[in-house]
């Protein structure tokens, strides 16, 4: 089952995560310094936040893809949807192993479509890497 995603940059990640643990009755699932996710079953969302000062709001949405079958089907429906659409494949970002694809749609928001295969020890895996930054713009 797909779950939604939303990325939230943040100015206070302190005390945004004491106000979203307070709002979901949940701490987070993954606690960093620079960043904080949940992982909800109702709603089921995928929410993260990361701190970055000069910049707040929501950084993207997304659908979590369960199972690589359903990643694929995600992408099959980003094509017939249109769209500026960047496959990122096997990357590390948000402390986690992905495989994403990002499409812009008409309004200039980036959703990313993403299967997550594990945890990973740090926020970026390259410095080159996509991760939340440059969304579906390539």
């Not at 100015?11 to 620079?34: C, G, H, I, M, R």
């Amino acid at each position: 089952m797909k779950r939604m995603h939303v990325m939230l940059r943040v100015k206070n990640l302190d005390e945004s995560v004491k106000f979203y643990s307070a709002l979901f009755d949940s701490a987070p699932t993954v606690s960093k310094p620079d960043y904080a996710k949940w992982m909800l079953e109702d709603p089921r969302l995928n929410f993260s936040i990361a701190e970055k000062e000069d910049t707040y709001g929501i950084e993207h949405l997304g659908i979590q893809a369960q199972t690589p079958a359903e990643l694929d089907e995600l992408r099959a429906r980003i094509a017939r949807a249109g769209g500026v659409v960047r496959n990122e494949g096997e990357t590390t970002c948000c402390y986690a192993n992905s495989d994403k694809t990002w499409v812009t749609d008409a309004q200039g928001v980036a959703w990313e479509a993403f299967h997550t295969a594990a945890a990973a020890k740090t926020y970026y895996g390259e410095k080159d890497s996509a991760c939340c930054q440059k969304s579906a713009a390539a």
